[in-house]
Nanobody, 125 residues
Framework: QVQLVESGGGLVQPGGSLRLACAASETRYTINTMAWYRQTPGKQRELVASITADGSATYADFVTGRFTITRDTAKRRVYLQMNSLKPEDTAVYYC???????????????????WGRGTQVTVST
């Protein structure tokens, strides 16, 4: 099993910044794509940003230009720098990772999804 532990959430005023971090506990497996999702009550979880193992990043339209996703592959961590925060960014932010597991050459040798428990981000005066 791989555990993902998020940190860095909190309360910030509109226009402020926060940096989220996520660390993967397991070192035996290759971690491919990592991402941040967010969810508010009554709504589906939505993708915020993702980054591949080679560093290629994609962003949701609502954060482009404000958020930056990066990763430290050696330390098995992913970060989300959030600038110019808006009240509508208020949500629980979840770390996500695709972990390559299973016997090589078998059907089970593929990426498996893992989620963190989430960290609350509140943007308010």
């Amino acid at each position: 099993q791989v555990q993902l532990v998020e940190s860095g959430g909190g309360l910030v005023q509109p226009g402020g910044s926060l940096r989220l971090a996520c660390a993967a506990s397991e070192t035996r497996y290759t971690i491919n794509t990592m991402a941040w999702y967010r969810q508010t009550p009554g709504k589906q979880r939505e993708l915020v940003a993702s980054i591949t193992a080679d560093g290629s990043a994609t962003y949701a339209d609502f954060v482009t230009g404000r958020f930056t996703i990066t990763r430290d592959t050696a330390k098995r961590r992913v970060y989300l720098q959030m600038n110019s925060l808006k009240p509508e960014d208020t949500a629980v932010y979840y770390c996500y990772a695709e972990v390559l597991q299973g016997p090589r050459g078998s059907y089970y040798h593929r990426d498996y999804p893992y989620w963190g428990r989430g960290t609350q981000v509140t943007v308010s005066t």
